[in-house]
């Protein structure tokens, strides 16, 4: 096991949403033995207010969530990161910096809840599955035996866990 907490970086485009909510999650379920931080390629510069309510609604502290870029995480400096995550489809297919160390990468994609059109009822519908999926996903993570997975078998159970529905 490692002596300080396993550092996870959710990625997704615009980092308002999606990528928020994981880190949100990874945090609270896995408290001390993960640090979850969220980042996008193109970040939008705000978190979506949805995100931010819902996040709130379920007991988050929200006062720290800001959305940032990837590049934070690749300087000298930056927490070494052990696992990379993208939860969106248009971060899968870009190319992500080098990062130090070499983490375990995944993609455990989900649809945009940003996009969502609707009443607010149906925008909220949007969000909840968001959250309903990525903790299934992260319930999943948090539970694996990490000290005793390692390489090709840790890195199929990541992707494996990319599939699981809400």
């Known amino acids: 096991m490692s002596a300080r907490p396993f550092n996870v970086l ?13 880190e949100a999650i990874l945090n609270k379920v896995g ?3 993960f640090a979850a931080h969220s980042a ?6 705000r978190v979506n207010p949805h ?10 502290d929200t006062a720290a969530f800001r ?7 690749a300087k000298p400096g930056a927490p070494p990161l052990d696992f990379v995550f993208t939860v969106c489809d248009d971060a899968a297919g870009e190319v992500c910096p080098v990062w130090p160390g070499q983490p375990m990468t995944a ?3 989900v649809p945009d809840p940003s996009r969502a059109k609707g009443t607010e009822a149906e925008i909220a519908a949007a969000f909840n599955e968001t959250y309903r999926t990525l903790g299934a996903r992260i319930g999943a993570f948090a539970a694996l035996p990490l000290a ?6 840790l890195q199929e159970k990541l992707r494996d866990i990319g ?3 809400a």
């Open 31 to 33: 408290a001390g033995k």
């Open 163 to 165: 599939r699981l529905k």
């Open 10 to 22: 959710f990625l997704c485009t615009h980092n308002s949403a999606r990528s928020v909510i994981a």
């Open 51 to 60: 995100a931010l309510t819902l996040l709130a609604t379920l007991g988050h």
């Open 67 to 73: 959305s940032k870029s990837w590049d934070e995480f």
């Open 40 to 45: 996008g390629s193109h970040p939008s510069g």
């Open 107 to 109: 993609h455990w994609g």
């Open 148 to 153: 005793t997975l390692r390489g090709l078998s």
